[in-house]
Structure formats: structure tokens, C-alpha cells
């Protein structure tokens, strides 16, 4: 059989018909990204249909161990896609493997990990002699979970089980016939480096850093056939290697400035598309499930027990962070306690920054200053009808950004060049840094400063300096008490929810309201607690401060004649 007649081919095309809305859209393009390659119409990379023959010669050879049939006849349409594309995809500047890195971003239930398995028995025999494969994962049980797919389908393939071709160890699995060699490996530092890796496998990136897969991709450095296979669901937290991942493969698919020239990366991300993250659409839309588990298209069984799941999210709050981040690969934090705001709410109203909007506004600030050694904010907003526009800034401290990117386990590093951060000082803010930065706003952004809100608390020789400028700011101080907080906290909350409130694309500032949490007085009077909240909040913090000024022109345009 030819490769345009198989399995794979047949599942790209579907996936990129327009009427299909049950495949998300950067699997659609990574699908008409192939199949240029397969229709020969790329100048970089072709498909081999030798290896495609051999490929399916094994794939007759090896039996699946649940249907006790050769894989060739019962593999999920999704894997024939991954599978074929990382075997049979070769560069024509020297018939090496094309993709460098296979991305899975898929939900629990859909086979990844069998599917994983099942490349290392395909790479160990296709790959040449030998070779050394790795998988790597957060801890040494979660890893070696690879290593039991592998055993499951060898025992029940008698071609393979035979005794010449593989040796099952405890440790380790030996492929006699190229001796070569999988090891499973736990997230240690001490033994990811010094190994060389013709293949590895990331498996749940979302609940662990960079390290282990740099320190993988760094062996292969000197390699000309080389994988890294990265496979996850989504996970709670903001800050993880498969954030990053996907974010180098959407800009890859998107062919985004240097991410255009270099195209050896292959992903399939299962995730449901922006425009149903909107409105709670996950409690009804059946393409939130059908994007996000490819498997539940063709299994009514599957997707049944998913539809069961989602009812029990959308009645039970404490089960919801598990369905939608395992089940439907919507990043989602809910810890059980009292949220200031759903972070799906808030991600709702972001934009693309339009440096053309802010020329003339009439604008309030908002001022959260910190201890010395701690991080920064400044936000700035404006009106628009009954519209509230926002723009917020980090400061942190540049020779406690490593220690605070892992304390927080926050990168601080992304969110500088993002433009959303700035480092500033050493050990401790420079204050001076701060202080320029918003002097420089009316001609930076070219807006006109009403005022600024602050927290007396470290605060009163900046504020200081502001008022004694050449081009002095009228500082208003805000009493940090729930009285006096929970207005501006109850309106940011009501315009976030009415998507009456828009700010520029700002990572830090979600980040900052997922930690954000409330408390309530005995008035039943609403504040964020810091002390309370799990994480940083200052980002949240100044931009109720800057929303405090706003709402008093709002209610009172003669503020500014009022001692506060």
C-alpha cells in the first residue's frame, strides 16, 4: 500500500475539511502542513514509501494486547497521523528524520502512553543499531509506565516475544536484533545529564520544568536521526515545560518570525478552539469534548463517560479542575477555596495590544509597591463609554529573578521579554526605575494622568517624588481595608463578567489573578488577601487601586478636589 492510500493520509484530509469542527484548528494545520509533504509540494522534506511498507510489514507483526489483532487494523486514526509522520517524513538535504520533536497534547483516556510504547518498539527495529532510548517523567513509577506499555505489547506479539528480537529486563528492555536499548529515568538531575538519547519520551511535561527535556535534547545535539517525543495533558499550575511547548508549536504552525524558517516539529494539540473557552460553552458544547479527545469521535463509550464527567463538573465546583483540565485540556485552577475570579473569565478579555488606543485618553494609575526585595506594579486604565480598558506592568528585582522563577515557579524570564515585566535594581527595586517609568507614561503613551492610587505602605517617598515633578501626578492614598476595597474590587469583578473590560495580552496579570483569592469582612464587605492568596496578586492588586480612581470620576468627576 502507498502512503497516500493509509490511514494517516485519510485522517488528514478529514481533519482538514471546513465542515469538520470536532478536529481543533492547529491540528487542521499541522494536517495541511503534512500533507504538502505527502502531495510532494514541499521543498524541505518528502515521505519515504520504503519505510512506510516496512512500517506497516510491523505494524501486521505486532498484535494489540486488549483486541488480540494486529496493530494494523485497530489503531486509533490520530496515532496512524503521528506514527507515520515520524517515521516516514525525511529531509531531502540528507534523508534524515524530518521532525526533530513530536508534541502530543492530549487528554487522559485517549492511549497516548500505549501509543508511546508502541514508537520505541517501531524506533528500537526501524532506527538503526545501536541506538538508546529514554523515557523521562516527574517521578521513576509515572515513567516506568512507558516501559509497561512496551512489555504488554511484546508479550502479546509472538513475532517479538520469541526471544531473538527482544530482551525484557527489570531495568531496562534490549532490542537483540539492533542492539539497542530503553531505559526508563526518573526527574533527577544528577542522571538526566551524560546520557545520549536517540529517542526519548517526556511523558506528562505539564507537571514538570524544562530541564529534562533540554538536558535529552542536549545529547542529541551531534545526532543526525533524532526524536524527542513530548506527551501531556494539561495541568493547573502556570508555569510548566508543556506550556512552552505548545507555545514553540503553535508559532511553528503559525510560521512566526524565526519559528517560519524552522519547521522539524510536529504537533498534534488536542485543545479545544478560543472561540469555545467563551461563555462556559464546556458545560454544553460537544466539540469542547470531540477536540480535546480525538478518541471520543469514534467511541460512543468514551464519549458518554465524559459527558457523565461533565455533568458532575458543572454541578460539583471541586470536581471541575480535574474534568477540564484532564478530560477537556482547558488550563483551569480551582483549589477549593474562595477565587476572586475564574481565570477562564478573565482570559476572555484580553486583546492585542493597540499602542494607536491609548493616544489622548484620560487615564488613572494604580500603584502596588512592595518590599524592597519583592515585586512591583503598575497599572494604568481608562473609559470608553461603559467600557474599562487596562494596562499593567511587573517590576522585579534582576538579580532575584532565577531565585523567584523557581520559588513561584513563575518565568520570569518570558514575562520580561513579553514586555509585561522589567527588571530593575539588584537585590532590591530600584525604586528610581519605577518612579521614571511613571513619569514617562503621558509621553510614552501619549495619555493625560488624572491620578494615581496607592498603598501608603512603602509608598510615601515615591509618592513624594511624584507630586514634586516637573510634571507632578495628584497621588491619591487608598486605605487598604475592605471598607474602602470593595467597591472597585466588586465593579472589576461585575466588568470582567460582563466582558466590559479589555486588557493588553499580559501573562503575568492571569497569572496573578488565578492566585488571587478573596476575603470577606463581617460586613460582607469583598477584598483580595495577599496573605491569603496563592501566589503573588500585586498585578491585581494595582489595577483595583487604578479601578478605585476610575469609578470615583465616574460617580464624582470633582474627585480630584476631594482630600480621600
Request: with cysteine; hydrophobic share 40%; net charge neutral.
Amino acid at each position: 500500500m502507498e502512503i497516500i492510500d493509509g490511514q494517516a493520509v485519510k485522517y488528514a484530509l478529514e481533519c482538514v475539511q471546513p465542515y469538520n469542527d470536532k478536529v481543533p484548528k492547529y491540528v487542521k494545520k499541522q494536517c495541511a502542513a503534512w500533507l504538502e509533504i505527502v502531495q510532494d509540494s514541499d521543498d524541505e522534506a518528502y515521505v519515504d514509501e520504503q519505510v512506510y511498507k516496512v512500517l506497516c510489514s510491523l505494524l501486521q507483526l505486532i498484535i494489540h494486547p486488549d483486541f488480540d489483532k494486529p496493530m494494523y487494523e485497530c489503531m486509533e486514526s490520530y496515532a496512524w497521523l503521528l506514527i507515520t509522520a515520524v517515521f516516514c517524513t525525511r529531509a531531502r538535504s540528507d534523508d534524515s528524520w524530518y521532525y526533530r520533536t513530536a508534541l502530543l497534547e492530549i487528554c487522559r483516556k485517549n492511549f497516548k502512553t500505549f501509543y508511546a510504547g508502541l514508537i520505541f518498539i517501531l524506533g528500537m527495529l526501524i532506527m538503526g543499531k545501536f541506538g538508546r532510548y529514554f523515557s523521562v517523567a516527574p517521578d521513576l513509577k509515572l515513567s516506568k509506565e512507558l516501559q509497561i506499555a512496551i512489555r504488554k505489547i511484546i508479550k502479546s506479539s509472538p513475532s517479538l516475544n520469541d526471544g531473538t528480537i527482544f530482551k525484557l529486563l527489570r531495568s531496562e528492555i534490549r532490542c537483540l536484533a539492533t542492539d539497542s536499548e530503553y531505559t526508563p529515568l526518573a526527574y533527577s538531575k544528577d542522571k538526566m545529564d551524560g546520557k545520549l538519547a536517540n529517542m526519548f519520551l517526556a511523558d506528562e511535561a505539564g507537571a514538570m520544568d524544562n530541564y529534562p527535556i533540554e538536558a535529552m535534547r542536549s545529547s542529541q545535539i551531534n545526532m543526525k536521526n533524532k526524536l524527542g517525543i513530548i506527551l501531556s495533558t494539561q495541568y493547573p499550575n502556570d508555569t510548566n515545560a508543556l506550556i512552552d511547548e505548545i507555545d514553540i508549536a503553535k508559532k511553528t504552525l503559525d510560521r512566526v518570525g524565526a519559528f517560519a524558517k524552522n519547521r522539524r516539529y510536529f504537533a498534534l494539540l488536542f485543545e479545544p478552539d478560543d472561540y469555545l473557552l467563551l461563555n462556559d460553552l464546556w458545560q454544553t458544547d460537544d466539540r469542547v469534548i470531540y477536540q480535546s479527545n480525538p478518541v471520543a469521535v469514534t467511541s460512543r463509550n468514551l464519549f458518554e463517560a465524559l459527558c457523565e464527567k461533565r455533568t458532575l463538573a458543572i454541578l460539583y465546583e471541586n470536581m471541575r479542575e480535574n474534568f477540564l483540565c484532564k478530560h477537556c485540556n482547558i488550563p483551569y485552577k480551582g483549589l477549593g477555596v474562595e477565587v476572586y475570579i475564574d481565570i477562564m473569565a478573565v482570559r476572555q478579555c484580553r486583546r492585542t495590544e493597540d499602542l494607536a488606543f491609548w493616544r489622548g485618553r484620560r487615564v488613572w494609575l494604580g500603584l502596588d509597591l512592595s518590599q524592597s526585595d519583592d515585586n512591583t506594579s503598575l497599572a494604568m486604565v481608562t473609559f470608553d463609554g461603559e467600557y474599562l480598558y487596562a494596562k499593567v506592568w511587573g517590576f522585579i528585582p534582576a538579580d532575584r529573578i532565577e531565585f523567584k522563577s523557581k520559588k513561584e515557579k513563575v518565568n520570569y524570564r518570558k514575562l520580561i521579554r513579553d514586555g509585561v515585566c522589567f527588571e530593575c535594581g539588584d537585590n532590591v527595586i530600584d525604586y528610581g526605575f519605577v518612579e521614571c517609568f511613571v513619569l514617562s507614561l503621558s509621553q510614552a503613551y501619549g495619555v493625560e494622568v488624572v491620578g494615581l492610587g496607592f498603598d501608603r505602605y512603602n509608598a510615601i517617598s515615591t509618592v513624594q517624588k511624584l507630586e514634586s515633578a516637573p510634571n507632578p501626578i495628584q497621588c491619591v492614598e487608598i486605605k487598604q481595608h475592605s471598607s474602602v476595597l470593595h467597591r472597585p474590587t466588586k465593579l472589576l469583578r461585575e466588568k470582567i463578567l460582563q466582558k466590559k473590560i479589555f486588557y493588553d495580552e499580559n501573562e503575568l496579570l492571569e497569572i496573578n489573578f488565578s492566585n488571587a483569592r478573596c476575603t470577606k469582612d463581617t460586613n460582607l464587605n469583598q477584598y483580595v488577601n495577599k496573605k491569603r492568596s496563592a501566589g503573588k496578586v500585586d498585578c491585581v492588586v494595582s489595577l483595583i487601586n487604578a479601578v478605585f480612581l476610575a469609578q470615583l470620576e465616574m460617580e464624582n468627576p470633582s474627585w480630584s478636589a476631594q482630600i480621600f
